[in-house]
T-cell receptor
Framework: ETGVTQTPRHLVMGMTNKKSLKCEQH?????MYWYKQSAKKPLELMFV???????ENNSVPSRFSPECPNSSHLFLHLHTLQPEDSALYLC???????????FGNGTRLTVT | SQQGEEDPQALSIQEGENATMNCSYK?????LQWYRQNSGRGLVHLIL?????REKHSGRLRVTLDTSKKSSSLLITASRAADTASYFC???????????FGQGTTLQVKP
């Protein structure tokens, strides 16, 4: 148990579907992050939230839409994805920006 | 923000041997962090070394930092099969929270 819980663990969706990934942290942290990990590629930082404000959008396509309703929850809303979006999506939290990250175990997404 | 570059890309050793991984970066940092990742799981934070520190220990882990060479190393002593994983460094600079990871070093420890 890492203190960061991601659901679902696995998700298969068609290109026309709409789905959401959920992340919840029980650590009292103030910052939350979405990363994408594709095979044979480095982790890609997607979004950073600090105190529920988005502080970083790393040139992510608009088919990925983050939402941070409070400091404990982070969502990634997905719509009209492409097969190349298939990847492991990792959520993380930290006490403050540049503090150590605590990762969840990820959602394995397959787009068919 | 900047990405750490780990070297070597892959390392295979026998149980009981030491493993050394290196990390290089390009610009000044506030701190540098090391993480490990077991296959298909999230990353786990191992150790953070601040820019004014030269060496730090945690159990069988030893991290060094040379800011003049913009490099860091992670040493795992007396390795175990359970140390088999990918290891990543992440240099932290500025205050944007942009922690960028490289390709990592894949370590295999053979029993």
């Amino acid at each position: 148990e890492t203190g960061v819980t991601q659901t679902p663990r696995h998700l298969v969706m068609g290109m026309t579907n709409k789905k959401s990934l959920k992340c919840e942290q029980h650590l009292g942290h103030n910052a939350m992050y979405w990363y994408k990990q594709s095979a044979k590629k480095p982790l890609e930082l997607m979004f950073v939230y600090s105190l529920e404000e988005r502080v970083e959008n790393n040139s992510v396509p608009s088919r990925f839409s983050p939402e941070c309703p409070n400091s404990s929850h982070l969502f990634l809303h997905l719509h009209t994805l492409q097969p190349e979006d298939s990847a492991l999506y990792l959520c993380a939290s930290s006490q403050a920006l540049n503090s150590p990250l605590h990762f969840g175990n990820g959602t394995r997404l397959t787009v068919t | 923000s900047q990405q750490g570059e780990e070297d070597p890309q892959a390392l295979s050793i026998q149980e009981g041997e030491n493993a050394t991984m290196n990390c290089s970066y390009k610009t000044s940092i506030n701190n540098l962090q090391w993480y490990r990742q077991n296959s298909g799981r999230g990353l786990v934070h191992l150790i953070l070394i601040r820019s004014n520190e030269r060496e730090k220990h945690s159990g069988r882990l030893r991290v060094t930092l040379d800011t003049s060479k913009k490099s860091s190393s992670l040493l795992i002593t007396a390795s175990r099969a359970a140390d088999t994983a990918s290891y990543f460094c992440a240099p932290a600079s500025g205050n944007t929270g942009k922690l960028i990871f490289g390709q990592g070093t894949t370590l295999q420890v053979k029993p």
